[in-house]
């Protein structure tokens, strides 16, 4: 059967006709593609738009096209828009062939002559690929309500009460002893000075008690098979040595343990805890958790001081790591971020100079509930300080270290200038690069500070030094840096340094990522489906990323991702099922010689062996028809729908214009 062809020249404003002659592009080809079954070929300002996609309906119907060629912008923007179209008009979506003459053609290109030939070439390739194309349907995919939220901070627990709130089931699982994340360890949050815990442990709270929701802490995910609307997730619950269905969380058993061991995570190896411990007390859940590595029983077999007092016998020294499997429908990942490790940028001297401080531990000093209830004080414990630097962007913005900015750090800053300004009195000063403060209230906050007295030096410090060269700087920090408004350098004396360290991806984000079949970015942050317009998708149907595992952001930037997340799960869940992309991998059983290199390389766990078969075998819901299998198959057992050889030989054969008189550059 001989194809109708329609082609249909974009535009895009300037963006395409300002480097290319669409008119001509458009005119050439109802001239010299007629021969291949183009019968309409025209152009317009913007093809995307509701009159643009109209043209198209309306030339489907009436002219009985059978396949239609758009030259614009990439598929990967718009080829959905030209799709519905075709659909709308009764072709098959997947008739339609996108050639992209803006990103390949005209925003790589100045000379018009050659982007006018070059924007031929490629319409030439597509019409010669779309005759190839076959109608093709959309997987349809049934979803298990039930949804897994991996990681119990803010973003985590908004998910999870949004979903579970809706009327749906939700696992929450958090690797630590208690949800709450990083926000449980701050004070006050910027720019409101809100107390966190006041507004976090009400969220907390509701996320501990909610009837859809299960509370899985102390656990960690380590398998994840299966696909969207049917994962299969196996969850390791670690030993708590305490029987949960018995501890009434009265506290008596870390009253009476008599090992006191340095709290390294929640109060930044500023305070103390016991071997059996709650994180802090208003943690949730409120039952304790025994660290095996420090209990005196698990080290010398004697003690059990927690196991005689506990009045409930809620003690269980012989208590296993358990696996758990839940098979759920989506999966959100609000697995945070670390904080940059200061001992990095030697030459600020935390970990050598101890009145060097880490911003989480002026969290800690700063917080009521922390180890020294609030009071701010040099290492000692009891002085003062007089004077205090605040560096900016440690880690972050740095080319050493890592280049981008890590988004809450100058807050952070300003907030800690306020607490010790308010607290202590001292004079503060704060070394910065450049002062962002972009969002709602935050540069109110700023003019606050500065009206406070804080002093603000603009430049990159060098170095924190505690050799004094003037008789001022004796028994003093002294910061050595550029000022950029003064012209000059400068050697400021302090008591104290509070570094604002920046945030870095979580150190497992690569293993946590492949076991959910999802990338990294150069980075290291999970990379989304697309940056503005999908940012809480990511390329595996079904899985969602929140907070700053997708990158560093504040509070409220976490809380409305952790929604946005949940509201395109709820949409999932409530289509009760999910149409796939039909563009897939298979594999020819009969060429599979079963070397398996193909298992290995697939970036989403798409591929398995079948081995009583000796076969590899795709499982056509993950697979996202990257094309990587097929490429590598030495055998060549494996052809991609929608990428067929006869598609891109035909492709190619349009590129070369073969069967066409030359074009003239
Ligand atoms: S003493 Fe027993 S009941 Fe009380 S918190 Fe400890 S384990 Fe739970
Ligand atoms: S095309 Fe092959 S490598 Fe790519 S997602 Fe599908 S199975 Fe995996």
Same mark, same amino acid.
């Given at each position: 059967?001989?194809?109708?062809?329609?082609?249909y020249?974009?535009?895009?404003?300037?963006?395409?006709?300002?480097?290319?002659?669409?008119?001509?592009?458009?005119?050439?080809?109802?001239?010299?593609?007629?021969?291949?079954?183009?019968?309409?070929?025209?152009?317009?300002?913007?093809?995307?738009?509701?009159?643009?996609?109209e043209?198209?309906?309306?030339?489907?119907?009436?002219?009985?096209?059978?396949r239609?060629?758009?030259a614009?912008?990439?598929?990967?923007?718009?080829?959905?828009?030209?799709r519905?179209?075709?659909?709308?008009?009764?072709?098959?979506?997947y008739?339609?062939?996108?050639?992209?003459?803006?990103?390949?053609?005209?925003?790589?290109?100045?000379?018009?002559?050659?982007?006018?030939?070059k924007?031929?070439?490629?319409?030439?390739?597509?019409?010669?690929?779309v005759?190839?194309?076959?109608?093709?349907?959309?997987?349809?995919?049934?979803?298990?309500?039930?949804?897994?939220?991996?990681?119990?901070?803010?973003?985590?627990?908004?998910?999870?009460?949004e979903?579970?709130?809706?009327?749906?089931?939700?696992?929450?699982?958090?690797?630590?002893?208690?949800?709450?994340?990083?926000?449980?360890?701050?004070?006050?949050?910027?720019?409101?000075?809100?107390?966190?815990?006041?507004?976090?442990?009400?969220?907390?709270?509701?996320?501990?008690?909610?009837?859809?929701?299960?509370?899985?802490?102390?656990?960690?995910?380590?398998?994840?098979?299966?696909?969207?609307?049917?994962?299969?997730?196996?969850?390791?619950?670690?030993?708590?040595?305490?029987?949960?269905?018995?501890?009434?969380?009265?506290?008596?058993?870390?009253?009476?343990?008599?090992?006191?061991?340095?709290?390294?995570?929640?109060?930044?190896g500023?305070?103390?805890?016991?071997?059996?411990?709650?994180?802090?007390a208003?943690?949730?859940?409120?039952?304790?958790?025994?660290d095996?590595?420090?209990?005196?029983?698990?080290?010398?077999?004697t003690?059990?001081?927690?196991?005689?007092?506990?009045?409930?016998?809620?003690?269980?020294?012989?208590?296993q790591?358990?696996?758990?499997?839940? $098979?759920? @429908?989506?999966? *959100?990942?609000? /697995?945070?971020?670390? =904080?940059f490790?200061?001992? +990095?940028?030697?030459?600020?001297?935390?970990?050598r100079?101890?009145?060097?401080?880490?911003?989480?531990?002026?969290?800690r000093l700063?917080?009521?509930?922390?180890?020294?209830?609030?009071?701010?004080?040099?290492?000692?414990?009891k002085?003062?300080?007089?004077s205090?630097?605040?560096?900016?962007?440690?880690?972050?913005?740095?080319?050493?270290?890592?280049?981008?900015?890590?988004?809450?750090?100058?807050?952070?800053?300003?907030?800690?200038?306020?607490l010790?300004?308010?607290?202590?009195g001292?004079?503060?000063?704060?070394?910065?690069?450049?002062?962002?403060?972009?969002?709602?209230?935050?540069?109110?906050?700023?003019?606050?500070?500065?009206?406070?007295?804080?002093?603000?030096?603009?430049?990159?410090?060098?170095?924190?030094?505690?050799?004094?060269?003037?008789?001022? $700087?004796? @028994?003093?920090? *002294?910061i050595? /840096?550029?000022?950029t =408004?003064?012209?000059?350098? +400068?050697?400021?004396?302090?008591?104290?340094?509070?570094?604002?360290?920046?945030?870095?991806?979580?150190?497992?984000?690569?293993?946590?990522?492949?076991?959910?079949?999802?990338?990294?970015?150069?980075?290291?942050?999970f990379?989304?489906?697309?940056?503005?317009?999908?940012?809480?998708?990511?390329?595996?149907?079904?899985?969602?990323?929140?907070?700053?595992?997708?990158?560093?952001?504040?509070?409220?930037?976490?809380?409305?991702?952790?929604?946005?997340?949940?509201?395109?799960?709820?949409?999932?869940?409530?289509?009760?099922e999910?149409?796939?992309?039909?563009?897939?991998?298979?594999?020819?059983?009969?060429?599979?010689?079963?070397?398996?290199?193909?298992?290995g390389l697939?970036?989403?766990?798409?591929?398995?062996?079948?081995?009583?078969?000796?076969?590899?075998?795709?499982?056509?819901?993950?697979?996202?028809?990257?094309?990587?299998?097929?490429?590598?198959?030495?055998?060549?057992?494996?052809?991609?729908?929608?990428?067929?050889?006869?598609?891109?030989?035909?492709?190619?054969?349009?590129?070369?214009?073969?069967?066409?008189?030359?074009?003239?550059?």
């Amino acid at each position: 059967m001989t194809e109708k062809i329609g082609v249909y020249v974009c535009h895009c404003g300037s963006n395409i006709a300002g480097v290319v002659d669409v008119e001509d592009v458009a005119k050439w080809a109802a001239e010299k593609l007629g021969r291949q079954g183009v019968i309409v070929a025209r152009d317009y300002k913007f093809m995307c738009s509701s009159l643009g996609q109209e043209l198209i309906e309306k030339d489907i119907k009436e002219l009985g096209l059978t396949r239609v060629v758009v030259a614009a912008c990439s598929p990967h923007l718009h080829e959905k828009t030209f799709r519905i179209a075709a659909q709308n008009a009764g072709l098959n979506p997947y008739l339609v062939e996108l050639a992209s003459i803006r990103e390949q053609v005209s925003w790589v290109h100045t000379d018009k002559a050659v982007a006018t030939a070059k924007s031929k070439a490629v319409v030439s390739g597509a019409v010669s690929r779309v005759i190839e194309n076959t109608p093709l349907e959309e997987i349809k995919v049934p979803i298990n309500p039930n949804t897994l939220v991996v990681g119990g901070g803010i973003a985590g627990i908004q998910s999870a009460l949004e979903i579970a709130n809706a009327g749906f089931h939700v696992y929450l699982v958090e690797r630590e002893p208690s949800i709450g994340g990083h926000m449980a360890q701050f004070d006050k949050t910027f720019p409101t000075l809100d107390c966190s815990a006041c507004i976090l442990t009400p969220r907390m709270v509701e996320a501990g008690t909610h009837p859809n929701i299960t509370l899985l802490t102390w656990s960690e995910v380590v398998n994840v098979a299966g696909y969207v609307g049917n994962f299969n997730v196996t969850i390791k619950k670690k030993a708590r040595f305490i029987n949960e269905e018995l501890c009434t969380g009265c506290g008596i058993c870390q009253e009476k343990c008599p090992k006191k061991v340095i709290d390294d995570v929640y109060e930044a190896g500023l305070g103390y805890r016991k071997a059996v411990y709650t994180p802090f007390a208003q943690a949730v859940p409120n039952y304790p958790v025994m660290d095996k590595e420090n209990c005196t029983y698990f080290e010398k077999g004697t003690c059990k001081a927690c196991e005689k007092f506990c009045p409930t016998n809620a003690i269980d020294f012989n208590q296993q790591d358990q696996l758990l499997n839940v $098979e759920v @429908g989506n999966i *959100i990942l609000a /697995t945070g971020y670390d =904080l940059f490790d200061a001992r +990095r940028v030697s030459n600020y001297g935390y970990g050598r100079l101890p009145n060097v401080f880490t911003s989480l531990e002026f969290e800690r000093l700063s917080n009521a509930a922390g180890p020294t209830t609030g009071n701010i004080v040099l290492r000692d414990g009891k002085t003062v300080p007089k004077s205090v630097g605040i560096i900016h962007c440690v880690g972050s913005r740095d080319r050493n270290f890592n280049n981008y900015c890590s988004v809450i750090c100058c807050m952070q800053g300003l907030k800690f200038a306020h607490l010790v300004h308010e607290r202590t009195g001292a004079t503060v000063y704060n070394f910065y690069i450049d002062m962002r403060t972009a969002y709602k209230a935050y540069d109110e906050f700023y003019q606050r500070v500065l009206e406070e007295g804080t002093l603000f030096v603009r430049g990159k410090v060098a170095e924190v030094t505690d050799a004094a060269r003037y008789s001022n $700087e004796k @028994g003093k920090l *002294i910061i050595q /840096t550029e000022d950029t =408004l003064a012209g000059k350098q +400068r050697r400021i004396p302090v008591d104290m340094v509070i570094l604002s360290s920046g945030l870095q991806p979580r150190h497992d984000a690569k293993e946590v990522g492949k076991m959910f079949g999802i990338s990294c970015s150069t980075d290291g942050w999970f990379t989304e489906k697309h940056p503005k317009l999908d940012p809480v998708a990511t390329m595996t149907e079904g899985i969602y990323i929140v907070g700053c595992a997708q990158g560093p952001k504040d509070i409220p930037s976490s809380v409305a991702q952790g929604a946005a997340a949940s509201a395109r799960v709820l949409d999932k869940i409530l289509q009760k099922e999910v149409a796939l992309e039909p563009v897939k991998a298979t594999v020819n059983k009969e060429m599979c010689s079963g070397c398996r290199i193909c298992n290995g390389l697939c970036p989403f766990n798409a591929i398995a062996f079948l081995a009583d078969d000796n076969v590899s075998e795709i499982n056509p819901a993950l697979c996202q028809g990257c094309g990587t299998c097929v490429a590598a198959c030495p055998a060549g057992a494996i052809s991609g729908t929608g990428f067929s050889n006869e598609q891109i030989i035909a492709q190619i054969d349009g590129l070369l214009m073969r069967n066409l008189e030359p074009v003239e550059a």
